[in-house]
């Protein structure tokens, strides 16, 4: 039905003496209650400007923490994404994806929603029968849902992130599950395409050591799930720990002297280390991450297919960017209110200039 029931339980610690309000995105959401230790509590969601209001029991001190619960139903208009059979298109699957960047996953999630905190989190989903499910971390446990009526699984995340990079995926997967230097690799898309798979991101290896031995800081995390999903609205996302993937990019070996999928692996693979394990403060340096991925995508091309493979790439890279903002008046820069933080990036300038400008460093 294209609808999300969902219970939401933040712990938290006070940053102040006197912290009453607990503050939360929301939006496509109804808010069905809120609680503290069986308590409840006073919720007040402005929906004009997407903000839920808690009010806490008692003010709390600096340093203490609390957990507050919420009960919501969900109707997402971006930031989850369902597909299933239709009369018209009989073929399409039954498939759930999310996608939070920048600011969407609070559509689906009442939670802080800005890219500068983070914090670990636990995914509990009760997964249709003959479907899977696939988030960041690990997944800890599966049990037989209450009436026998699918199946709840519960995925683990205990390191740190921003919200935006939660990810959650359902649907009927063929995967392959490999090893490779304490990291577990997996690679998933709907069935049938076990040869498409193996050849899109056979290379994964590969390029977890170079970026691993180039930036002197191994892959940060034990797992590392790439997902073909159905109808992906870009072309991947790196949600940490669990790449999500357009299943546009997979091919089998015969498609590779027109294209290869290695440039987008690449690039969300880089994601882990720049954007994921260091993450922009706002989404005003978001050039931080995307400069990164794109010039480590570049590098990684130097390294595996040589000097005039990368050359190649960084003239692509430099000519699309000039022919994109051909005028200045077009850059759509704004200055900062304040001065002291650089123009905002958009576009071309997150991608392409951001990798000139660390070329050029």
């Keep these: 039905t294209g ?78 994404y369902f597909h299933r059979p239709t009369k018209e298109h009989p073929d399409t699957p039954w498939f759930l994806y999310s996608q939070g960047q920048g600011t969407d996953n609070r559509r689906w999630i009442p939670c802080y929603d800005e890219p500068d905190d ?35 699984h519960h995925w683990r995340f205990d390191s740190r992130s921003p919200t935006y990079l939660l990810s959650l995926i359902v649907g009927k997967l063929e995967t392959i599950t490999t090893e490779h230097a304490g990291v577990q690799l997996e690679y998933s898309a ?8 193996k050849n899109s991101l056979g290379r994964t290896p590969a390029m977890l050591d170079y970026f691993g031995e180039y930036l002197q800081v191994p892959y940060p995390w034990e797992r590392y799930a790439q997902t073909y999903v159905w109808d992906f609205i870009y072309g991947g996302m790196e949600n940490t720990t669990a790449t999500t993937l357009n299943m546009r990019a997979l091919h089998t070996k015969a ?45 990684f091309f130097e390294h595996h297919y ?25 850059l759509k820069l704004e200055r900062d209110p304040r001065g002291d933080i650089p123009l905002e990036l958009f576009g071309g300038k997150q991608y392409s200039r951001g990798a000139a400008i660390l070329h050029n460093l």
């Excluded at 069935?191 to 798979?197: F, M, R």
């Excluded at 994601?271 to 989404?283: A, E, N, P, Q, S």
């Design 3 to 80: 609808r999300v029931i969902g219970r939401v339980t933040h712990r938290f610690q006070s940053l102040v003496d006197g912290l009453d309000t607990l503050r939360l995105h929301c939006m496509d959401t109804h808010v069905e209650g809120a609680f503290q230790e069986g308590r409840g509590l006073e919720a007040n969601l402005d929906k004009k400007r997407g903000i839920l209001a808690v009010t806490l029991p008692e003010a709390m001190a600096r340093g203490e923490e609390a957990t507050v619960s919420i009960d919501y139903v969900s109707r997402p208009k971006r930031g989850l």
């Design 118 to 152: 983070r914090l670990m989190w636990d995914v509990h989903v009760l997964v249709p029968d003959g479907l899977d499910s696939v988030s960041n971390g690990i997944r800890v446990g599966t049990k037989p849902a209450t009436g026998g009526n699918g199946t709840l």
């Design 190 to 197: 709907v069935p049938g395409h076990t040869e498409a798979l």
């Design 255 to 299: 498609i590779m002297p027109n294209y290869r999928a290695d440039g987008l692996v690449a690039h969300e693979l880089a994601h882990m280390w720049f954007g994921d394990y260091i993450t922009c403060r706002t989404w005003k340096h978001i050039w931080l991450n995307e400069g990164f991925a794109t010039y480590f995508t570049d590098l």
């Design 306 to 330: 040589g000097n005039e493979s990368f050359l190649v790439r960084r003239r692509r890279g430099n000519r699309g960017y000039m022919r994109g903002t051909p005028k200045a008046s077009e």
